[in-house]
């Protein structure tokens, strides 16, 4: 079955023929007698909706197991979960800047240590990797700079760390990690995969099943579980993503095209394969921003509706300004999220914006 259709069809009903997911409410669960439930005990440890869609997240990865969160932080914080004091992991230079808060605010307290190299250059990778690095954390396309680590070379000198892909910008559409030498993919659900910005959620997927179990034991622990509800609109918003991405990434092209032939634009990072483009501007964001129309300025990316944001003031404020300075995170720096709507008028909202 092509991905196409399985975004659509999903995990069919055997028992009452239902085209979509169902949605359960119950927060417990009645037992046949102590300790011996009929499935389910508790929803925080597994609920039927949740189960259903964690098989259907694990297998549009093409991995065994899935696991569902209330947001991607708490997807991340799940997952980090497993290391242990003086740990070693490296992380990529160019990441979600919530992502650099969680390590550097929280994780560097239980003497985990943390150190960002560019993954793009193999050889410096290579030779950062210790003998205690058990983790090395890297996203498909960089937020915000939209770089692309090749993930398969990475793989092949992970040593025995575990590799970690946030394939959020890419979505398994377009690629797979685990196909590609990942031992773990982690998504921001909020964002491509749900696509209409209605819901937060995040998700883990990985194939062994000794990681798996450690995975559920701190998911089922820390208690970080979407509701029956959002698990249905993650539903609703998938059997769409095929279509969604084919738009976002045809308006994302033609905007570039304008942007690259926009005297007021110094720079446009597009590296394909998403709506996600960047770009740095001559003139003040905050008047450009002002301008804007149809285009909102917020936070978040990968819905329906085109989202631009200054990741300087805004997603990546929490790392120190030299160091934002120094990734390249600089003021000018635009970072634009493409909606589905009539590319000419996005085009038009941009023109407008940056004339005066």
């Known amino acids: 079955m092509k991905d196409e259709t399985y975004y659509v069809i999903q995990k069919k009903d055997e ?3 239902l085209v979509n997911v169902p949605i359960y409410l119950s927060s417990t669960f009645r037992q046949i007698e102590p300790s011996k439930p009929i499935r ?12 259903i869609m964690e098989e259907v997240i694990a297998k549009i990865e093409n991995g ?3 696991f569902l969160f209330s947001s991607g932080m708490s997807a991340i914080d799940t997952l980090l979960s497993i290391l242990k004091p003086n740990d070693h992991i490296l992380v990529d230079i160019d990441v979600y800047g919530g992502t650099y808060r969680i390590l550097e605010k929280l994780y ?10 560019d993954f793009t250059n193999l050889e410096l990778l290579k030779k950062s990797i210790k003998d205690n690095t058990k983790m090395l954390i890297v996203e498909t396309i960089s937020n915000p700079l ?11 000198i992970k040593k025995n760390a575990l590799l970690v892909v946030d394939n959020t910008f890419s979505t398994p559409y377009y690629f797979k990690p685990l196909d590609n030498g990942a031992d773990v993919v982690i998504h ?16 883990i997927v990985v194939n062994d099943k000794s990681l798996a179990d450690e995975i559920k034991f701190y998911q089922n622990t820390k208690g970080g579980v979407p509701s029956p509800f959002d698990l249905f609109l993650l539903s609703r918003g998938l059997k769409t993503l095929h279509i969604r991405m084919e738009r976002h990434t045809e308006n994302a092209k033609k905007i570039v095209e304008f942007l690259k032939n926009n005297e007021d634009v110094k720079e446009v990072i597009y590296p394909g394969y998403s709506g996600m483009v960047s770009f740095r501007i001559k003139k003040d964001v905050f008047e450009f921003t002002r301008k804007l129309k149809i285009i909102t300025l917020g936070e978040s990316l990968g819905g329906v509706e085109s989202l631009l944001n200054v990741p300087y003031y805004m997603t990546h404020s929490s790392i120190p300004e030299e160091e934002r300075i120094k990734k390249g995170i600089t003021k000018d720096l635009i970072r634009l999220s493409v909606g589905i709507e009539n590319v000419n008028d996005l085009i038009e909202d941009l023109k407008n914006a940056l004339n005066f």
Do not use: C, W
């Not at 389910?40 to 189960?51: D, F, G, I, W």
């Not at 560097?108 to 190299?117: D, G, P, T």
């Not at 921001?188 to 998700?203: F, Q, W």
């Open 15 to 17: 028992n009452f023929g």
């Open 188 to 203: 921001s659900i909020t964002k491509y995969l749900s696509g209409h910005s209605d819901i937060v959620m995040g998700a």
């Open 146 to 156: 939209l770089r692309t680590p090749n993930i398969s070379e990475i793989s092949k």
């Open 40 to 51: 389910y005990e508790y929803a925080r440890t597994q609920n039927p909706t949740r189960e």
């Open 64 to 66: 065994n197991y899935g």
């Open 108 to 117: 560097r307290k239980f003497s985990i240590n943390v150190e960002y190299v």
